[in-house]
C-alpha cells in the first residue's frame, strides 16, 4: 500500500518529472495487475493525465465552427462558402489544420466528397486536426439513445475517411425525470462504449466541457471514472462558468488532448469578457502540452475581419 501513497503524490506533475511521472503510472499498472488487488473505478480513477515529454509542442488549427454563419448561407449571398470553400480560406492563412465540425457537412455525404475533403486538405498542407459532432449521451438505455450511439458511429467512420485522428463528443444534459447521478453513471457507461467503437478505427473521443459539464467539478468527475485509452478531453477556454474560468482550464488542461480557444470568457457573473489568450497560452506551456489549439471564434464582429487578427494573435503566443 505504500506505493500507492507514493503514485498519490505523483498526481499533476510537469516538466522534469513528467518523465518519473510516466515510469510510475506504468509500475502502477503492472503493480495492480500483478498483485491481484481489485479497486473500482472511483477508488483508483480511471485515467492520469496523458504524459508528455519535457517540451511542449502547440500547433494551430481553425474549427469551421467560426464561419457558421457563412457556411449556413444560401449559395450566392456575399460570403458564403461551403466545407471545402472553407478549407480554401483556411488555406490562405497560417495554419496547421482544420476542424471540419460535422454541423456543415452536405446533407448527403458520399464517399467522393469524403475523399475531395481529404484530398483539398492535404494539397493545401492543412492535416485535420479533429471534427466535432453532438450528441447525447446522459439518456437511459432505449431506443433514443442508441440513435445517438447509430450518429457517434457514422460520424466516426466519416472522420476515420478522412484521416481525422480525435472527435469531441458531448455528454449531454440531464434529461428530465433522470437524476444528476443517474446521467453521470449514463454518461460515463454510454462515453466508455462509443470509445470501444472509435478506437476500432484508430479515433480518440474527446469530451468537451459543455452542458452541466461546464462546470469543472463535474467535468472531473466524469473523466476520472471513464476508462479508456481512446478517450480526452476537449479543453474547451471558453465553456467553463466556474468563478475562474483560468484555473478551471487549469484544471483539466493535463487531460486534454485537444483544445478549443475562444477569444471571449466568462467572468465571475456570468458576462462574456475578452479573454487572455496569452493566460492560457502559459498554462498549455506549464503542463508540456502537446497537440492542436484550434480557434474557434463566437465573437460578434464578422469571422472574415476578426478571425485573420486571432490567428496572427495565436502563432505569435505559440
Known amino acids: 500500500m505504500g506505493f500507492l501513497c507514493v503514485l498519490c503524490h505523483c498526481r499533476g506533475l510537469s516538466g522534469s518529472n513528467q518523465t518519473q511521472y510516466s515510469i510510475v503510472q506504468m509500475n502502477r499498472r503492472n503493480f495492480i495487475s500483478n498483485s491481484g488487488i481489485i479497486l ?4 483508483l480513477g480511471a485515467i492520469e493525465p496523458i504524459p508528455r515529454n519535457d517540451k511542449p509542442k502547440l500547433k494551430l488549427s481553425l474549427a469551421a465552427y467560426s464561419f457558421r454563419k457563412q457556411l449556413t448561407s444560401k449559395p450566392g449571398t456575399p460570403g458564403a462558402m461551403d466545407m471545402l470553400g472553407f478549407i480554401d ?3 490562405t492563412q497560417d495554419l496547421d489544420a ?3 465540425t460535422s454541423y456543415f457537412f452536405p446533407r448527403d455525404i458520399t464517399p467522393q466528397f469524403l475523399a475531395e475533403l481529404k484530398r483539398r486538405a492535404y494539397l493545401h498542407g492543412l492535416d485535420i486536426s479533429s471534427g466535432a459532432i453532438r450528441n447525447v449521451f ?3 438505455d432505449g431506443p433514443e439513445l442508441e440513435k445517438w ?3 457517434v458511429n457514422t460520424w466516426v467512420n466519416h472522420y476515420a475517411t478522412i484521416g481525422c485522428p480525435i472527435i469531441r463528443v458531448f455528454a449531454g444534459k440531464a434529461p428530465k425525470g433522470v437524476t444528476e447521478k ?3 453513471d449514463n454518461a460515463v457507461r454510454n462515453l466508455e462504449k462509443a470509445c470501444r467503437r472509435a478506437g476500432e478505427k484508430g479515433i480518440m473521443l474527446a469530451l468537451e466541457n459543455h452542458d452541466f459539464l461546464m462546470d469543472s467539478n463535474r467535468l472531473m468527475e466524469i473523466v476520472e471514472r471513464v476508462d479508456s485509452p481512446w478517450f480526452a478531453v476537449n479543453l474547451d477556454s471558453g465553456n467553463f462558468i466556474d468563478k475562474d474560468p483560468y484555473m478551471a482550464f487549469e484544471k483539466a488542461a493535463p487531460y486534454a488532448a485537444t483544445v478549443q480557444l475562444k477569444v471571449e470568457v466568462r467572468d465571475a457573473t456570468g458576462k462574456k ?3 487572455d489568450l496569452a493566460r492560457f497560452m502559459k498554462i498549455l506551456h506549464a503542463v508540456s502540452y502537446r497537440g492542436y489549439v484550434v480557434l474557434e471564434y463566437e465573437a460578434a464582429e464578422d469571422a472574415y475581419k476578426a478571425v485573420p487578427h486571432y ?4 502563432r505569435k503566443l505559440l
Open 40 to 43: 473500482t473505478g472511483s477508488s
Open 89 to 91: 480560406w483556411a488555406a
Open 98 to 100: 482544420v476542424e471540419p
Open 138 to 140: 446522459t439518456l437511459p
Open 149 to 151: 450511439h447509430t450518429h
Open 182 to 184: 443517474d446521467a453521470m
Open 273 to 275: 469578457i475578452p479573454a
Open 311 to 314: 490567428l496572427k494573435q495565436l
